[in-house]
């Protein structure tokens, strides 16, 4: 890491693949921060601190004052939706912020952000029936319409740099299969319109080609394929996904590490849902859910590795079950039941009940991947960003590598990374070395 | 780190001041292990991994075979206490683990381990009233009776080496006043009966003056003074403390940093306790209680440093309650509420309910800290030992450095600490060469 | 009811279909009452108390003291089950009671229980296979089969009345349909081997057809049909049904009439369960658990009257749903969340985790339906018992009239019902008297 | 019964002692009602319904339809309070009501409600310190003051009858002593300015000698009185008390029930609360404390019967806890841990977490006690009123009755009394003839 970070200069325009409740929150809380109504709570890039040296040597700036961030004051929003809504009134749609504290002073900036006409197709998401979508021409020729997209954005908004960030709904479950395998073959297949190309993939495509970096914020495959993998090596360009860390997964990989490093056995793991939005109603139907099952189920045996730990945890039943239940909308519940195992086999039990929102704890994640990619694509990194590990549920790593769920071990790896793009020592908890100055003292 | 590891050889005695609950689940628990009717779970030393090198070269042994731990097969236990009962009588009457399944077959073991005489006085402990404790002398002559103690153990044991371990009730709230603070005064002290030396502290003294390694499973001052930390030091033996972290305060610093990783802000955490053990009943004298209180309280600001994230938690309001509950006896029951703030300003909750068992949880920790500190002597560490803050609620370190409360960092310094001695490479999460290899390939 | 109630003599034969986890723990258990070693908690006919007259009289009795009920000494059991296990063996299998407190004390009269062979089809129940059957022949000929084992059981045990209680699995889901809707027709359909002649029906027609009462603790049709109710008043027995009231529904049936009573509003309840027994893995079938969600479902709408307060309930949400989760075992647990509404339609939030065991509430269920039937026939009751509503998720009610759920207008009808028999009078808890004779003294 | 019940005609003022947050609330929520804003929900008196005759009548009118209460169009509002603040102001400090959405379109209305000066001792309530108090004076000139007060807002208002509710502080803890046992002595202490007259009993004497029935939403002694019953009959006024059931103590008044109906035992049942309003800072005052504790406790017993019931409930331990926690501010949340017994001794756990808000469950309360004591004073029924048991949590009943705690049985009384009172036959939920007629047909 050499090469000097190309600083950020001009506007960085976020696009974002989806104008729904993510989005718009999103959208609506950077306006909020620029206007001095809020401050960025949710987002590691600007509240957080990097310690750097010795715990002596108090040094711990802002994370946004240690590495060259784009300022929230310098970004410009597009979006792509297959409803014809801007987003003052997607945002009302989704019920997620307040009318009369946060979307009326925010209005006129809300109003002025209007979707592009989506590619999308009912077969990959059976609960939605989208409006504003591209039609005729093949999925290559879908594709060269985003790019289109992509090129009139920067004219229009006068941006210097994008990145663009899935934040559109679960599709159903694909499997990776031989078109994904080569760049050649997925574009051939692109094509012929082929049905293992899902529209979050010419997306990723179109946003790659385009020299955009991409993340995935849904359990999609996406551009966790190959092909994809290539072309953003060949494009010098960076991903990251896969599906935004939030809610019951997020309290998972914080509590199963902390159970893990007791040496405390799992054997059980109960998980319920409840949630009333679009999310919720598309995750009714079973295909979807086969996507986002998937996703919320690897988690626990990444971390508890029961083939390393087998009296501990290779009996653990993981059971995950979302369930759409209109009277809370956006206002997603957890509830999970963690049957853990202690000395001579006693049972005990953790029953934890989480109240969160959805779409308030997605925004700020959407913020720092757009943030950090962009930093990335300057610090000139391309291919997968596994240090960005720390905001997906199922983190994109290289092929051969077991992806890293525990959130700490996520958060060291972010932190080291950034100390190591600006020449700090990285930091290993060891700290001996206080105590052999007081012995020799 | 130069010197090699002194290997385990002969037995290690095992002592521990009490023998009620904690300790007797503990002892019965490694005669258990030693039959091959359980295994030690809950025990990261006997059943946690640790990863070497990078992640690819899938090096992952035991701790155990790590390290040159010493063997449960070779450990033998002694104890004071308050009361007349083996380790039989008093587990029965704990009422923590099956009688037919887990004391009846290891009756015989259990009986044999008797209680010595114990340093007591009721003005520290407000709500029990021992009647078997020494009498008549000085707190120094007391002090010396417990070397007198340690020595018969030994030759009556025949036990190479010795670890000392505070399993008893917390006692009243003391301030570090004068005669604290230097090995000296607090002497001179001892031959005075200065209501300010605690029976703790005499016990902690006769430890150390024997070359025997000290930890503090309680939240008393005990060795956190200058004189016993400089004791230590002259004698070349290990300390740590202090307050077993167990239930509410573990599940809390496993939270609180994923919480903070997240730049999520915390307005309120309300703690309540329900238990009705002893521990319970000591805990109801609101003397005792502050020790307690003083203890969990100050995870959560060290954990979250308000100072420097003003805009996250400058308001935390943390309450801690602890009640005494008869009908749930061990079965120690934690209930949290914590109120969150995300993106703006938006307000969520978490509460958990943990149906623990303390003495079951507490019981591991001892066994751990026992073997670690051996480890430690072994190793010519001497003095506080940071890295096994780990497993305590307040965790003593050097003066002027504030402890380190986020279990996840105090894993990492443990696990680097154990490789450090190894001479292997410490581990920082970092991780790119992966990909640097894969794009030059 | 003038006639006077006849007095239990004899011995009372109590005939479960199904020798599993709940009619093994109330064996089990009747048999530990009568050596003293428990008491029969849960069972409101043997330790609850009955008010007569005023409330100054003073007059509080034991409900068995007040009404002539069957001596728990007097009961002789027997049972028919798909596998040839006796209850001994079945309680171990179980894992309800625990082996070394309260089965091996009780082996010997356990293992004198030993199954008939039962009256099966997969068909009816899809994830059990039965190995201890009756094969060949009709519908009609197995109902002549079990009338047959109905007669053997009375002479071998020497009873002098029986109750037939249904304990066995949920059966898939059955509307009422032609052939039940008349004792000609439904024999007719035995006859022809109807698959709409489920199981459960053939052991009601025996039961009835021998004079035994019978209750159903399932939700499945079974006697819930014109065709049986007159087979009941044909023959003067007594029946009730269906679904014994336990757990989740139990609290259910307690807390929404509270909720009406202070005309709170109600927008949403969620229930979940998670359990791991026998009856979780056949509920694990989708047409078993419709039997289920529909017994389970209806309870809200009849408490609440959505009719009648539309300003409350109309847009009520209520979502039932049942996971097998096998590290449980019969320790089912239940969560609901329950979004309510107050003053000004301010919303507020209940959730309820019931840790509770299965076949402990059920037991004393049964216990309380053998000896209360028994009362209803010896007082020339017959047909459908609606006063026992008090123990059914779905209670069996008069063509016409709505089946009452709140637990507390259920008690009071049972409570009305003994003391009508016995000819005192009925409570109302007016109680103006107490006030107008201090108003005149 | 016989005498016709006066009808309402003419406005009923209502006088609130305090104008806080309860009484803001119920204000402004009867003032949204009115404009067609909202609808009375909480209000058993306005949407509940009763049920008349057999249930085959179908006769279920709303209550306030079945008997003559005052229209909530003919309401006035009255208040005495500590701080010169009128109910707008109030309102916007207590918190409870969005400004935009409720207070902000009933301003003028709420302005206009501007309290009088209270009677106040800071000895009384030690963590408030009133601005807006009547000074000078013995106690029994502060009554007349308050008459005086009456007086004159009939006057203003116009109102044909008023009556008065206390929603004010919790006073500290006063025992019944010599002075409370006549109207003499109390008079007497009165004048002499005895510590045993409290402030709320300077109200309800003001209020019973101006014919003004007198309802305690407070847990203070107030009119539980010899004194105060015997100034009630003499007068000819209704009085009813005390401490308003909402939150924590109706759950548990709708939960208990519901376990003794089931014969189940109840080993322990702890309960918390968190709560940050005007009412959780005065209840952190040991001495108020004591006098909610007391009301609190004495539900269980009550209920459950312990002396009738020993098996089930004599080693009851009931522990209630308040805690003053801020950031919740009127949203009173409670935690309840209910250990149970069931058949054959097995121990089962129910935990209810009830996230409510305080005053939005106390103003309906409110509003039906002013309504019913209004209907009761046309209806010649004087002193106290033990059929409104329903809304307390220490139902004021006559001397040497046991109070009725039991929601269920308090809501029969209710409705039978209104039954009663309109000459309709009492209910019982016999309903045996249902069936006989069926026997018959």
Excluded at 203 to 210: E, H, M, P, R, V
Excluded at 257 to 271: C, D, E, H, N
Excluded at 276 to 302: A, C, H, I, Q
Aim: aromatic content about 8%; charged content about 25%; some cysteine.
């Amino acid at each position: 890491m050499n090469t000097p970070i190309r600083l950020p200069e001009g506007k960085l325009g976020v696009l974002t693949v989806g104008l729904g409740a993510v989005a718009t929150t999103l959208i609506a809380g950077v306006f909020a921060i620029r206007k001095g109504m809020e401050k960025p709570i949710g987002s590691w890039s600007q509240l957080g601190t990097i310690r750097l040296g010795k715990r002596t040597e108090n040094r711990n700036p802002l994370v946004k004052d240690f590495v060259p961030l784009n300022d929230l004051d310098k970004i410009v929003f597009g979006a792509w939706d297959i409803f014809n809504e801007n987003a003052y009134e997607s945002a009302l749609h989704a019920g997620v912020l307040k009318r009369h504290k946060h979307l009326d002073p925010l209005r006129k900036e809300l109003e002025a952000v209007k979707p592009m006409k989506a590619v999308f197709s009912s077969s990959y998401v059976k609960k939605l029936n989208g409006t504003h979508v591209k039609t005729g021409g093949t999925k290559y020729d879908q594709a060269m319409e985003l790019m289109d997209d992509i090129r009139s954005f920067r004219e229009t908004s006068g941006c210097d740099r994008c990145v663009m960030i899935w934040c559109a709904s679960t599709e159903v479950y694909l499997e990776p299969s031989d078109v994904h395998q080569s760049l050649d073959k997925f574009e051939q297949a692109m094509k012929e319109n082929d049905p293992s190309i899902a529209p979050s993939m010419i997306y990723a495509w179109a946003a790659l080609k385009s020299g955009v970096p991409f993340a995935n914020g849904a359990p999609n495959l996406t551009c966790d394929i190959p092909a994809l993998e290539e072309l953003a090596l060949v494009m010098n360009v960076p991903i990251a996904g896969k599906d935004f860390k939030t809610g019951q997964t997020l309290m998972k990989t914080i509590i199963a590490p902390g159970l893990k490093a007791r040496a405390l056995g799992v054997r059980g793991w109960f998980s319920t849902n409840i949630l009333g939005n679009r999310d919720g109603e598309v995750l009714d139907d079973p295909d979807s859910f086969k996507t986002k099952e998937v996703s919320k189920l690897s988690v626990l045996d990444n971390i508890l590795e029961p083939d390393k730990h087998p009296v501990l945890y290779k009996d653990l039943y993981h059971k995950v079950r979302i369930n759409y239940y209109p009277p809370h909308g956006d206002n997603k519940e957890s509830w999970d039941n963690i049957d853990i195992t202690g000395w001579m086999g006693y049972q005990m039990q953790i029953k934890i009940n989480f109240l969160c929102r959805d779409s308030i704890l997605a925004a700020p994640v959407v913020l720092d991947l757009a943030l950090f990619l962009d930093l990335a694509q300057r610090a000139g990194m391309s291919g997968i960003q596994e240090w960005l590990s720390f905001y997906f549920k199922s983190p994109h790593a290289a092929k051969g590598l077991p992806p890293q769920h525990d959130i700490f071990k996520q958060l060291m790896k972010l932190e080291n990374t950034l100390r190591h793009l600006q020449g700090e020592d990285l930091i290993t908890h060891l700290g001996l070395d206080y105590y052999q100055e007081f012995i020799e003292a």
